[in-house]
Each structure stands twice: as structure tokens, then as C-alpha cells.
């Protein structure tokens, strides 16, 4: 393919999934994003695909019956010249698919259910990243104007380690003029510092002081920095140039990954988070609770579980609507994550639960204290929308090590301290085993 006309080609995707519904929303997604779409019901499918058609993106479900994802992602990276990247999807919750996908060449994997958002944004990274390396590869015709075209920064390096190209997209990102970098040496435009340090000192090209381990270099998550003095984050590639035995120069390629690292951060916090609330949710509270007994298990101390379920909230629910209803559970979980320390932990368990890891005090009086604080405050009339709303709590709490050693088991114990509290009368709170302070 003749790379000086690649960017005015549109992309091509090839979906396959044995799921006809899945399929067809992936195809809705696509075509809507401007991409172009063929479809596989199964691996075998797949197969003469792309041994028939030139693709920029496939994505791969991970399961599927008789030659299943990761089956599928290796045949055709072992048996396709210039293979398209495979983005793997997956409804599992396993490393060891994950694991079996990469080893399989896939460059990246994306969960069930589908975050559209997220999808566009690394389909758009892949099939960029994807189309670089093609141009790379096409270096020798039309060089430059294929260059000048790609959105990744590109420089071009000669025997004696100075600048003789630079892309448009690599000013860009550097600040620089074309002028201020043709014919100087690299390593004082170019200055890379690993995660976690602000020395700028790592060569990018290491492969000039060797002599004949012309490897090239690749650099995950580096930082670069500008000509005004500030960073950012890229992904790096430098690539040397050899002809015979000798090293002739070398190319730069770098992407700024900044919008890609927000989008992590982000896919992050909304993983461990609850979306109303915004407070932990349960995925963040069973990473959580584990490592709090360890903790406590090390130091000899108690740790306290606080499972708190909301009473009278579903009248609320009734008569004033679930916009009433999210509004008052924001405000409760304000209330009681206001009156914790710093070392103790609250989340959203879903509906009207809510847990409270407490860690700052290791005392049946100071747990007692804390679960009738909290009773107090969630009792304490919500206004919403000109309605006053009264809710209350029944609390349970278990202990570690005295009647839970797991995590599993301290939730459990509890769960079922909480209903002996519905039991009592509500509004109160119990033990799972009754105690004297």
C-alpha cells in the first residue's frame, strides 16, 4: 500500500464475536465513528479474513466456542505478514485469559460491559499507533511528506547523532522551531527522565556508544522535556538505521500519552468509586478489607466492621421519587465519611449500605461510640427540594480477630449484626457476639 495516501483511507475493523448482539452494537459503534466494519462469527471466520483482507484493527472476544480469542490472536500474528493489532474483549474477570491473550500478541483488551467512551479512545490510540509503524516502514518513499502527515513525533538522526528531520507533530510537542533543533545533537533536544524522577538524564539512544548491538529502544510512561521547561508523558521508540554493519543515524518516534494516562486515572477512580456518592464502592471495600486485617493481624490489634442499613428510606424513595432518594444517600454518606479519621474507611456497598472500616480506635468503647455518632447523625432531618426526609440506621458490627478472621467472615458477621439491630427496634446499633464494654 502506497503509505502517502494511508490517512485519506478509511480504517478498516474486523469484529468477531459469537454474539449476534454484540456484533451489532459494535458495528453501530463503529460505522458512527467513521470506521469501516467486517464481521466473524468465530475464529475460523477470522481466519480467512484476514488472509483476504487488509484490516487496521481487529477486535477479538476472548471467548469463544471451538478456536477461542487467544487461539485466534496467534495464528494470525504467526501466519499474517505486517498482522493488524488485536484488540482483545473479554466478560472475564481473569489474569490468566488476559495473560494468555498477550502472550498471544494482543495489544491491549477492553472488559464487558462495553465503556463506549473508553473504546473510542484506545480503538483511536491503536489504529494511530498502528498506522505510524506503517509509515515507519515506508521511510524510503515519500519520505518526508509521509512524515510531515503523521500525528506522532518523528525525528530523524545521522551518523553523527544530529537532528536532520523533525516533524511538524514533534515541534508541536517539544515547543520548538524547526530552526532551533536542525543539526544539534540529540541528547540536548531529546532529554527523557524515567517515572518518579525529575532527572532528565536518560539517553534515548544508547545505541550510539555500542558497537554492534544496534537494539532498538523502547520506553513506556518517560517524560520530556520542553523547551519552556515542563514535561509529559510519552511513549518512546528509537529505532537505528543500519546499513551493512554500520550505523547510519536513527529514528525518533514518540506519542504524547497525557490524554491516554488521564483516561486510566480516570477508568481507575471510576472502578474503585461509587458514581453517586462518591465514595468507595464494594470493588475498592473487598481490596480494602483484606489488607486492614492483615494490618491489624500484625500489629496484634482489633479492627471494627460497621455495616449500616438505612431505615425508612424506601418511604422516601415512594413519596418523593429517586431523585429525592439519590440526594439524601449523597448526604448521609457526607455526613457519616465528615465524622471519621483520616485512617478509617467508608464505603457504599449499594442501595442504602454502607460499611465503615474503623482502624483509628481498637476499643468496644470507642466502636460504641462511633456507631451511636453515627446513628445521631443520620437521624438528623435531610432537606431536599423543600421536603424534610427522616431516615435512620441499624447498625452491625464485627470484630477481628474475636468473632471473624477473613475477610468473607467479618462481612458476613456483620450483615447478620445488622438485622439483629432491625430486630431490636431499629435505629440502634448491635454486636454479632453481645458484649460488656
Not at 471519621?340 to 460499611?355: A, I, K, P, Y
Request: charged share 25%; aromatic share 8%; glycine share 6%.
Amino acid at each position: 500500500m502506497d503509505t502517502g495516501t494511508l490517512h485519506r483511507i478509511t480504517p478498516t475493523v474486523l469484529v468477531v464475536d459469537d454474539d449476534e448482539v454484540i456484533r451489532i452494537l459494535l458495528r453501530q459503534f463503529l460505522e458512527g465513528e467513521g470506521y469501516g466494519v467486517v464481521e466473524a462469527i468465530d475464529g475460523y471466520q477470522a481466519m480467512d479474513r484476514v488472509t483476504q483482507s487488509i484490516f487496521d484493527l481487529v477486535i477479538l472476544d476472548i471467548a469463544m466456542p471451538g478456536l477461542d480469542g487467544p487461539k485466534v490472536c496467534k495464528q494470525i500474528c504467526g501466519s499474517v505478514d505486517n498482522p493488524p493489532p488485536i484488540l482483545m474483549i473479554t466478560a472475564f474477570d481473569d489474569d490468566e485469559s488476559v495473560d494468555r491473550s498477550f502472550q498471544a500478541g494482543a495489544i491491549d483488551y477492553i472488559r464487558k460491559p462495553i465503556r463506549w467512551a473508553v473504546l473510542k479512545n484506545r480503538i483511536r490510540y491503536i489504529i494511530g499507533s498502528h498506522r505510524s509503524k506503517l509509515e515507519l516502514e515506508s521511510l524510503t518513499r515519500n519520505y518526508e511528506q509521509i512524515l510531515d502527515a503523521a500525528p506522532n513525533g518523528i525525528c530523524g538522526l545521522d551518523k553523527r547523532h544530529r537532528i536532520n528531520y523533525i516533524n511538524p507533530a514533534a515541534l508541536d510537542m517539544l515547543k520548538y522551531d524547526r530552526a532551533e533543533v536542525i543539526g544539534k545533537s540529540y541528547n540536548t533536544v531529546f532529554q527523557l527522565s524515567k517515572p518518579g524522577t525529575d532527572k532528565f538524564d536518560l539517553d534515548c539512544c544508547p545505541f550510539f556508544n555500542k558497537t554492534n548491538n544496534f537494539t532498538a529502544i523502547h520506553y513506556d510512561e518517560m517524560r520530556l522535556l520542553r523547551k519552556d521547561g515542563s514535561s509529559f508523558p510519552i511513549d518512546f521508540r528509537g529505532t537505528p538505521i543500519v546499513q551493512g554493519d554500520q550505523l547510519e543515524g536513527a529514528v525518533l518516534v514518540f506519542q504524547d500519552i497525557t490524554e491516554r494516562q488521564r483516561a486510566a486515572e480516570l477508568i481507575r477512580y471510576m472502578a474503585n468509586h461509587d458514581s453517586l456518592t462518591s465514595l468507595p464502592n464494594r470493588n475498592y471495600f473487598h481490596k480494602r478489607l483484606p489488607q486492614a486485617i492483615a494490618l491489624a493481624r500484625r500489629y496484634e490489634r482489633r479492627l471494627f466492621l460497621l455495616f449500616i442499613d438505612l431505615d425508612r428510606f424506601k418511604p422516601v424513595n415512594d413519596t418523593y421519587g429517586h431523585d429525592v432518594g439519590d440526594k439524601v444517600l449523597v448526604e448521609v454518606g457526607r455526613r457519616l465519611n465528615s465524622m471519621l479519621r483520616s485512617s478509617d474507611s467508608m464505603c457504599r456497598l449499594g442501595g442504602d449500605e454502607f460499611v465503615i472500616l474503623l482502624e483509628s480506635t481498637d476499643t468496644i468503647s470507642g466502636t460504641q461510640y462511633v456507631a451511636q455518632k453515627a446513628i445521631d447523625l443520620v437521624n438528623e432531618p435531610i432537606e431536599i427540594k423543600k421536603h424534610i426526609c427522616q431516615v435512620g440506621a441499624s447498625i452491625g458490627i464485627s470484630i477481628c480477630p474475636d468473632d471473624s478472621i477473613d475477610a468473607e467472615t467479618m462481612l458476613r458477621h456483620a450483615d447478620i449484626a445488622m438485622y439483629k439491630a432491625k430486630e431490636k427496634g431499629r435505629n440502634c446499633w448491635a454486636w454479632y457476639k453481645d458484649r460488656e464494654i
